[in-house]
């Protein structure tokens, strides 16, 4: 059974930093891209960050590029997400989701962590 | 604005057929295919369609999607009060070299 478990959420003050973790069983993490997407309260879905296997090929949404990187460790089976000069506009559920063969699908999801940027 | 365009909300009664539409452009429904996900609030999103009208185990095949050029659309047939949820459209856009998301259509069974 595939199990995606999200952490490292909370509430930071503007212009913090933050790093998120997600730990993965049930797959073969190193065989699949990954991907982080958000949720603001009460607004849609936005997609963030993408990786994939080996590292060679990352992108952004322009809204947190240069601001937030993401990283994977394929013996330690995790993804993460660092952010740092973080605004309000960052607070949301952040969500970490497997990215499944087919064109950009993300066929598993996590439960999520929430980030609130807040002074 | 979402790069993806949806209709915020939808509603139909048990047992009718609701469509859902996305509307894009050349760089991302008319180049890529278009994946669906349904999310209950408070829960996490699930994948719901791929891969041209592909559904993931466990989805029932009252789960359809279609494209035609740079639009898309979910149809629902057989509404059930279980189908109350946000729906949204994705796919790859080659210009912004990323995932784009439609704005989500909450659904209601009346």
């Known amino acids: 059974e595939v199990q995606i478990v999200e952490s490292g959420g909370g509430l930071v003050q503007p212009g913090g930093s933050l790093r998120l973790s997600c730990g993965i069983t049930?797959?073969?993490?190193?065989?699949?891209?990954m991907t982080w997407v958000r949720q603001a309260p009460g607004k849609g879905l936005e997609w963030v960050a993408i990786i994939n296997q080996d590292v060679t090929s990352i992108h952004y949404v322009d809204s947190v590029r240069g601001r937030f990187t993401i990283s994977r460790d394929n013996r330690k089976n995790s993804l993460y997400l660092q952010m740092n000069s973080l605004r309000a506009e960052d607070t949301a559920v952040y969500y970490c989701?497997?990215?499944?063969?087919?064109?950009?699908?993300?066929?598993?999801w996590g439960q999520g962590t929430l980030v609130t940027v807040s002074s | 604005q979402s790069v993806l365009t949806q209709p915020p909300s939808a509603s139909g009664t048990p047992g009718q057929r609701v469509t859902i539409s996305c509307s894009g452009s050349?760089?991302?429904?008319?180049?890529?295919?278009v994946n669906w996900y349904q999310q209950v609030p408070g829960r996490a999103p699930k994948l719901l369609i791929y891969q041209n009208n592909q559904r993931p185990s466990g989805v029932p095949d009252r789960f359809s999607d279609s494209r035609s050029g740079t639009s898309a659309s979910l149809a629902i047939s057989g509404l059930q009060s279980e189908d109350e949820a946000d729906y949204y459209c994705a796919a790859w856009d080659d210009s912004l070299n990323g995932v784009v998301f439609g704005g989500g259509t909450k659904l209601t069974v009346l």
């Open positions: 989701a497997k990215v499944g063969y087919f064109d950009y699908n993300f066929d598993y």
């Open positions: 050349t760089s991302n429904i008319g180049s890529h295919t």
């Open positions: 049930g797959f073969t993490f190193r065989d699949y891209w």
